[in-house]
Protein backbone atom coordinates (compact mmCIF):
# COMPACT_ATOMS: atom_id res chain seq x y z
CA UNK A 1 0.00 0.00 0.00
CA UNK A 2 0.84 3.87 -0.97
CA UNK A 3 1.11 6.22 1.82
CA UNK A 4 0.86 9.46 1.66
CA UNK A 5 -0.58 11.98 4.42
CA UNK A 6 -4.17 11.14 5.37
CA UNK A 7 -4.91 14.74 4.36
CA UNK A 8 -4.87 14.06 0.61
CA UNK A 9 -6.52 16.87 -1.19
CA UNK A 10 -9.25 15.21 -2.83
CA UNK A 11 -9.62 11.47 -1.19
CA UNK A 12 -7.66 9.30 1.53
CA UNK A 13 -5.00 7.80 -1.10
CA UNK A 14 -3.46 6.17 1.59
CA UNK A 15 -6.22 3.45 2.25
CA UNK A 16 -5.65 2.49 -1.66
CA UNK A 17 -3.81 0.10 -3.68
CA UNK A 18 -2.85 0.80 -7.07
CA UNK A 19 -1.12 -2.45 -8.42
CA UNK A 20 -2.50 -2.25 -12.11
CA UNK A 21 -3.20 1.21 -12.77
CA UNK A 22 -6.91 0.78 -12.28
CA UNK A 23 -8.89 3.65 -10.42
CA UNK A 24 -12.41 3.43 -11.00
CA UNK A 25 -14.82 6.45 -10.58
CA UNK A 26 -16.79 4.99 -7.43
CA UNK A 27 -19.67 6.33 -5.08
CA UNK A 28 -16.62 7.48 -3.02
CA UNK A 29 -15.30 9.53 -5.70
CA UNK A 30 -18.87 11.09 -6.90
CA UNK A 31 -19.50 11.66 -2.74
CA UNK A 32 -18.25 14.90 -3.91
CA UNK A 33 -21.33 16.08 -5.73
CA UNK A 34 -22.86 16.28 -2.34
CA UNK A 35 -20.74 18.70 -1.15
CA UNK A 36 -20.15 20.47 -3.90
CA UNK A 37 -20.60 24.28 -2.66
CA UNK A 38 -18.61 23.19 0.54
CA UNK A 39 -15.97 22.23 -1.66
CA UNK A 40 -15.83 25.65 -3.45
CA UNK A 41 -15.45 27.20 -0.07
CA UNK A 42 -13.46 25.73 1.48
CA UNK A 43 -10.28 23.57 -0.45
CA UNK A 44 -7.23 25.02 -1.44
CA UNK A 45 -6.43 25.90 -4.55
CA UNK A 46 -2.60 26.12 -5.90
CA UNK A 47 0.24 27.86 -5.84
CA UNK A 48 1.24 30.26 -8.97
CA UNK A 49 5.05 28.33 -8.25
CA UNK A 50 2.93 25.13 -9.33
CA UNK A 51 1.84 26.95 -12.89
CA UNK A 52 5.28 28.33 -13.07
CA UNK A 53 6.51 24.58 -12.81
CA UNK A 54 4.13 23.17 -15.21
CA UNK A 55 5.04 25.22 -18.29
CA UNK A 56 8.70 24.71 -17.41
CA UNK A 57 8.14 21.14 -17.45
CA UNK A 58 6.02 20.86 -20.38
CA UNK A 59 7.93 24.05 -22.16
CA UNK A 60 4.66 25.49 -23.29
CA UNK A 61 3.30 29.01 -22.10
CA UNK A 62 -0.32 28.58 -20.55
CA UNK A 63 -1.05 31.52 -22.23
CA UNK A 64 -3.12 30.67 -25.65
CA UNK A 65 -2.60 27.30 -24.80
CA UNK A 66 -5.51 24.85 -25.36
CA UNK A 67 -5.56 23.07 -22.02
CA UNK A 68 -8.02 20.60 -20.80
CA UNK A 69 -8.62 20.01 -17.24
CA UNK A 70 -9.96 17.00 -16.66
CA UNK A 71 -11.85 16.25 -13.27
CA UNK A 72 -12.17 20.15 -12.83
CA UNK A 73 -14.71 19.95 -10.09
CA UNK A 74 -15.57 22.78 -9.41
CA UNK A 75 -13.16 25.19 -11.26
CA UNK A 76 -10.21 25.30 -8.51
CA UNK A 77 -7.39 24.61 -11.15
CA UNK A 78 -9.27 26.34 -13.99
CA UNK A 79 -9.62 29.33 -12.53
CA UNK A 80 -6.05 29.80 -12.41
CA UNK A 81 -5.15 28.18 -15.66
CA UNK A 82 -7.54 31.08 -16.97
CA UNK A 83 -5.69 33.40 -15.21
CA UNK A 84 -2.34 32.58 -17.00
CA UNK A 85 -4.41 32.94 -20.33
CA UNK A 86 -5.13 29.55 -21.14
CA UNK A 87 -7.96 28.56 -23.31
CA UNK A 88 -9.47 26.23 -21.34
CA UNK A 89 -12.35 23.56 -21.83
CA UNK A 90 -13.51 21.72 -18.40
CA UNK A 91 -14.16 18.11 -18.10
CA UNK A 92 -16.30 16.78 -15.26
CA UNK A 93 -18.50 13.66 -14.26
CA UNK A 94 -20.25 14.53 -11.54
CA UNK A 95 -23.31 16.57 -12.47
CA UNK A 96 -23.28 18.55 -8.74
CA UNK A 97 -19.74 19.35 -9.11
CA UNK A 98 -20.54 20.82 -12.91
CA UNK A 99 -23.68 22.52 -11.51
CA UNK A 100 -21.21 24.18 -8.88
CA UNK A 101 -18.60 24.76 -11.72
CA UNK A 102 -21.46 26.33 -13.74
CA UNK A 103 -22.31 28.68 -11.07
CA UNK A 104 -18.26 29.94 -10.58
CA UNK A 105 -17.08 30.10 -14.03
CA UNK A 106 -20.55 30.36 -16.62
CA UNK A 107 -18.22 31.42 -19.50
CA UNK A 108 -16.02 28.75 -19.77
CA UNK A 109 -17.13 25.54 -21.65
CA UNK A 110 -17.73 22.16 -20.00
CA UNK A 111 -18.57 19.18 -21.02
CA UNK A 112 -19.48 16.09 -18.83
CA UNK A 113 -16.76 12.88 -19.11
CA UNK A 114 -13.93 11.49 -17.18
CA UNK A 115 -10.19 10.54 -18.25
CA UNK A 116 -11.24 6.95 -19.40
CA UNK A 117 -13.69 8.24 -22.56
CA UNK A 118 -12.78 11.94 -23.35
CA UNK A 119 -15.42 13.87 -24.78
CA UNK A 120 -12.45 15.60 -27.12
CA UNK A 121 -11.05 15.95 -30.35
CA UNK A 122 -7.83 14.20 -31.28
CA UNK A 123 -4.86 15.88 -31.44
CA UNK A 124 -6.95 19.14 -30.13
CA UNK A 125 -5.11 19.75 -26.39
CA UNK A 126 -1.90 21.82 -26.12
CA UNK A 127 -2.02 20.44 -22.03
CA UNK A 128 -3.58 17.89 -21.05
CA UNK A 129 -4.98 18.66 -16.83
CA UNK A 130 -5.82 16.30 -14.14
CA UNK A 131 -5.64 18.24 -10.51
CA UNK A 132 -6.72 15.85 -7.59
CA UNK A 133 -7.77 13.06 -10.47
CA UNK A 134 -5.97 11.09 -12.46
CA UNK A 135 -5.76 8.29 -9.67
CA UNK A 136 -9.96 7.97 -10.20
CA UNK A 137 -8.84 6.94 -13.89
CA UNK A 138 -7.98 3.64 -15.14
CA UNK A 139 -4.88 3.95 -16.93
CA UNK A 140 -5.41 1.24 -19.34
CA UNK A 141 -8.23 3.93 -20.95
CA UNK A 142 -6.49 7.36 -19.74
CA UNK A 143 -2.92 6.86 -21.22
CA UNK A 144 -4.13 6.45 -24.90
CA UNK A 145 -6.92 8.63 -24.01
CA UNK A 146 -4.69 11.10 -23.25
CA UNK A 147 -2.24 10.02 -25.90
CA UNK A 148 -5.07 10.45 -28.38
CA UNK A 149 -5.96 13.87 -27.63
CA UNK A 150 -3.13 15.65 -27.16
CA UNK A 151 -1.43 16.92 -30.06
CA UNK A 152 2.54 16.17 -30.80
CA UNK A 153 4.48 17.76 -28.56
CA UNK A 154 2.03 18.31 -25.46
CA UNK A 155 1.86 17.22 -22.49
CA UNK A 156 0.01 15.59 -19.57
CA UNK A 157 0.58 17.31 -16.28
CA UNK A 158 -1.12 15.62 -13.16
CA UNK A 159 -1.02 16.82 -9.92
CA UNK A 160 -2.05 16.42 -6.11
CA UNK A 161 -2.23 18.82 -3.60
CA UNK A 162 -1.17 16.71 0.39
CA UNK A 163 -0.94 18.30 3.92
CA UNK A 164 2.55 18.30 5.48
CA UNK A 165 3.33 16.08 7.56
CA UNK A 166 6.91 17.03 8.13
CA UNK A 167 4.69 19.72 9.95
CA UNK A 168 4.03 18.87 13.83
CA UNK A 169 0.75 19.88 14.18
CA UNK A 170 -0.38 18.44 10.43
CA UNK A 171 1.16 14.97 11.86
CA UNK A 172 -0.14 14.78 14.54
CA UNK A 173 -3.44 15.46 13.46
CA UNK A 174 -2.82 13.00 10.49
CA UNK A 175 -2.16 10.48 13.00
CA UNK A 176 -5.61 11.09 14.42
CA UNK A 177 -7.29 10.52 10.92
CA UNK A 178 -5.35 7.33 10.49
CA UNK A 179 -7.07 6.00 13.86
CA UNK A 180 -10.16 7.35 12.68
CA UNK A 181 -10.59 5.69 9.62
CA UNK A 182 -8.06 2.58 10.65
CA UNK A 183 -5.31 2.88 8.42
CA UNK A 184 -2.18 1.67 9.47
CA UNK A 185 0.12 4.38 11.11
CA UNK A 186 3.33 3.96 8.87
CA UNK A 187 5.18 6.91 7.95
CA UNK A 188 3.60 8.43 4.55
CA UNK A 189 5.81 8.54 1.40
CA UNK A 190 6.45 11.53 0.01
CA UNK A 191 6.86 9.94 -3.48
CA UNK A 192 3.44 8.19 -3.26
CA UNK A 193 1.37 10.14 -5.84
CA UNK A 194 4.11 9.09 -8.63
CA UNK A 195 4.65 5.45 -7.71
CA UNK A 196 2.10 3.26 -10.67
CA UNK A 197 2.44 6.12 -12.79
CA UNK A 198 3.10 5.16 -16.64
CA UNK A 199 6.64 5.19 -16.88
CA UNK A 200 6.40 4.54 -20.70
CA UNK A 201 5.24 8.39 -20.49
CA UNK A 202 8.77 9.45 -19.30
CA UNK A 203 6.92 11.88 -16.24
CA UNK A 204 9.34 14.38 -14.97
CA UNK A 205 8.36 14.85 -11.42
CA UNK A 206 8.73 17.66 -8.77
CA UNK A 207 7.74 18.97 -5.25
CA UNK A 208 6.38 22.17 -4.74
CA UNK A 209 5.60 23.81 -1.19
CA UNK A 210 3.29 26.06 -0.19
CA UNK A 211 1.16 27.39 2.91
CA UNK A 212 -2.18 29.23 3.49
CA UNK A 213 -3.42 30.80 6.32
CA UNK A 214 -7.20 30.07 7.13
CA UNK A 215 -9.89 30.82 10.61
CA UNK A 216 -9.87 27.83 12.07
CA UNK A 217 -13.62 27.31 10.68
CA UNK A 218 -12.54 27.16 7.20
CA UNK A 219 -9.84 24.60 7.97
CA UNK A 220 -12.66 21.60 9.72
CA UNK A 221 -15.70 22.65 6.79
CA UNK A 222 -12.29 21.66 4.77
CA UNK A 223 -11.26 18.65 6.39
CA UNK A 224 -15.01 17.34 6.41
CA UNK A 225 -15.38 17.73 2.84
CA UNK A 226 -12.83 14.80 2.27
CA UNK A 227 -14.68 11.75 0.60
CA UNK A 228 -13.70 9.83 3.59
CA UNK A 229 -15.87 11.72 6.00
CA UNK A 230 -18.44 12.06 3.42
CA UNK A 231 -18.20 8.05 3.62
CA UNK A 232 -18.39 8.04 7.30
CA UNK A 233 -21.33 9.87 8.07
CA UNK A 234 -22.40 13.08 9.96
CA UNK A 235 -22.97 12.06 13.58
CA UNK A 236 -19.43 10.81 13.63
CA UNK A 237 -17.88 13.47 11.95
CA UNK A 238 -19.34 15.89 13.54
CA UNK A 239 -17.88 13.83 16.99
CA UNK A 240 -14.61 14.03 15.24
CA UNK A 241 -14.27 17.56 14.41
CA UNK A 242 -15.45 18.70 17.50
CA UNK A 243 -12.84 17.01 19.18
CA UNK A 244 -10.44 18.55 16.70
CA UNK A 245 -11.68 21.76 17.07
CA UNK A 246 -10.92 21.80 20.76
CA UNK A 247 -6.98 20.11 19.98
CA UNK A 248 -6.19 22.74 17.30
CA UNK A 249 -7.44 25.95 19.29
CA UNK A 250 -4.80 24.86 21.83
CA UNK A 251 -2.63 25.29 19.33
CA UNK A 252 -3.67 28.33 17.03
CA UNK A 253 -5.32 30.31 19.66
CA UNK A 254 -5.89 33.01 17.61
CA UNK A 255 -8.46 30.91 15.78
CA UNK A 256 -6.16 30.82 12.57
CA UNK A 257 -4.66 27.76 11.14
CA UNK A 258 -1.62 28.24 9.04
CA UNK A 259 -2.10 25.16 6.56
CA UNK A 260 1.40 23.69 5.21
CA UNK A 261 1.27 21.76 1.34
CA UNK A 262 3.11 20.06 -0.51
CA UNK A 263 1.96 19.58 -4.86
CA UNK A 264 3.40 16.31 -5.78
CA UNK A 265 3.28 17.23 -10.28
CA UNK A 266 4.20 14.82 -12.87
CA UNK A 267 4.50 16.23 -16.43
CA UNK A 268 5.02 14.14 -19.36
CA UNK A 269 5.39 15.28 -23.24
CA UNK A 270 4.33 13.64 -25.77
Not at 184 to 213: I, N, Q
Request: glycine share 8%; net charge negative; hydrophobic share 45%.
Amino acid sequence: MEKVSIHAEHDAQHLRTVEDGRMPITSQARSFDLVAASYAANRPSYPTALLDAVEELAGCPLKGARVADVGAGTGLATTLLRARGANVIAVEPGPGMASQFRLSLPEVPLVIGDGNNLPLASGSIDILTYAQAWHWTDQRKSVPESLRVLRTGGALALWWNDSDSAVPWIADQDARLRRLFGADDSAPDPMARFRGLPSELGFVKRHVPWTRSVPLDMHLANLSSYSDFLVLGKEATNTFLAEERGLLADVFPNGTVEEHYVVSLAVATR
